[in-house]
């Protein structure tokens, strides 16, 4: 099976541009969560989607945003860029969501925001 | 809530030697572990897991992990390095079905001949 794929893998941006990042998940695969890496805050969940529904929620402002279509991809869009947002976004799936289901990481994108 | 504690920011270690990553872990409830590897430039990859049953974990790469519950830890061990094996290294725990991985700030290994 062909993993987690995520586009694009580099992305440069300047201060106040949004900015949309795709995240196509493992086939068969419904649950689709992102997360931020930063060197500063380590790994911190944004957010999950399941069945087009956003289940759970981290702790970031409402500028970060995602969506997740029929076909359980995913995409996650940040607004007004901010010097901070400059990170390592990874996209996780899993089968469903029970806390057995193993998350399975795609390679990220690494965003620069200048 | 539940949170992370990896005690160790670094370790360095020659290669064939051992190495432990130390994780211990706060929930009020039974969680699930997990240790996560990431290459440089790379996603993380699933190294093992613990559900239940035996607290001896062994994973891919030669690396095991046991599951102290009284201790609330899950060190991570190998007992040769290789050069290979440098990376950064993830400590995760889940409590319930539908809650985000919670990791913890994880450790620097670098292995050197």
């Known amino acids: 099976k062909a993993g987690v794929t995520q586009t694009p893998r580099y992305l440069i941006k300047t201060r106040g541009q949004q900015v949309t990042l795709s995240c196509s998940p493992i086939s068969g695969h419904r649950s689709v969560s992102w997360y931020q890496q930063t060197p500063g805050q380590g790994l911190q969940f944004l957010f999950e989607?399941?069945?087009?529904?956003?289940?759970n929620k981290g702790n970031f402002p409402g500028r970060f945003s995602g969506r997740q279509f029929s076909n359980s991809r995913s995409e996650m869009n940040v607004s007004t860029l901010e010097l901070g947002d400059s990170a390592l976004y990874l996209c996780a799936s899993s089968l469903n969501r029970d806390r057995v289901d193993t998350q399975y990481f795609g390679p990220g994108t690494r965003l620069t925001v200048l | 809530a539940q949170s992370v504690t990896q005690l160790d920011s670094q370790v360095p270690v020659f290669e064939e030697a051992p190495v432990e990553l130390r994780c211990n872990y706060s929930s009020s409830v039974s969680v699930y572990l997990f240790w996560y590897v990431q290459y440089p430039n790379q996603g993380l990859q699933l190294l093992l897991k613990?559900?239940?049953?035996?607290?001896l974990v062994k994973g891919i790469n030669g690396f095991e992990a046991e599951f102290n519950k009284s201790q609330t830890s899950f060190h991570l061990r190998k007992p040769s390095v290789h050069i290979s094996d440098t990376a950064e290294y993830f400590c995760a725990v889940r409590a319930q079905a539908g809650t985000a991985l919670i990791f913890g700030k994880g450790t620097t290994l670098s292995v050197s001949s």
């Open positions: 613990y559900l239940s049953g035996s607290t």
């Open positions: 989607y399941f069945s087009e529904t956003q289940r």
